[in-house]
């Protein structure tokens, strides 16, 4: 579950996961050994039920029609002396449903369509595909756009 797009966010996800493991252990462990009443054994086992299914919830979903995904694209920055590449992370919409290792169809930012495989879901973040084809870019320039009004 973790993402590979943001150093940052991969921690914050990583530890979530961790506390929320452990908050899950702890409250088995009080559940099962505890030495109290009967009511509140069964809140802790009820929480401790509900965490697990906020763990699990994205690999039962999975991705949806309609949902956003995040799929690195290449992109170049042309200046009059020289030419770079660079990997760049761009929002892309499901038009099918899929799960993990499932090529699905995306609707890229500028209109132009493509496969992607769902490499993994998001816990704190949207799910993260790898764009395996696409289609020739519909925008190429801000002239494309047409004459519209502010």
Same mark, same amino acid.
């Given at each position: 579950?973790?993402?590979?797009?943001?150093?940052?966010?991969r921690q914050i996800q990583a530890f979530l996961i961790v506390i929320i493991m452990t908050m899950i252990v702890s409250l088995s462990g009080y559940a099962l050994f505890g030495e109290s009443f009967n009511v509140w054994r069964s809140i802790a086992i009820g929480f401790a039920i509900s965490l697990v299914?906020?763990?699990? $919830?994205?690999? +039962?979903?999975?991705?949806?029609?309609g949902d956003v995904v995040i799929v690195p694209i290449w992109r170049e920055i042309e200046t009059p002396f020289s030419s770079e590449g660079f990997m760049d992370n761009t929002i892309a919409v499901?038009?099918?449903?899929?799960?993990?290792?499932?090529?699905?169809?995306?609707?890229?930012?500028?209109?132009?369509?493509?496969?992607?495989?769902?490499?993994? $879901?998001?816990? +704190?973040?949207?799910?993260?595909?790898?764009?395996?084809?696409?289609e020739a870019p519909r925008i190429k320039s801000i002239e494309d756009l047409g004459d519209f009004d502010l």
């Open positions: 579950m973790i993402l590979k797009f943001s150093p940052f966010l299914f906020l763990l699990a $919830y994205p690999e +039962i979903r999975g991705v949806r029609k499901a038009v099918e449903s899929g799960r993990r290792n499932q090529k699905i169809k995306v609707r890229l930012w500028d209109g132009s369509g493509g496969t992607a495989k769902i490499v993994d $879901y998001g816990f +704190i973040t949207p799910p993260e595909g790898q764009l395996l084809e696409a």
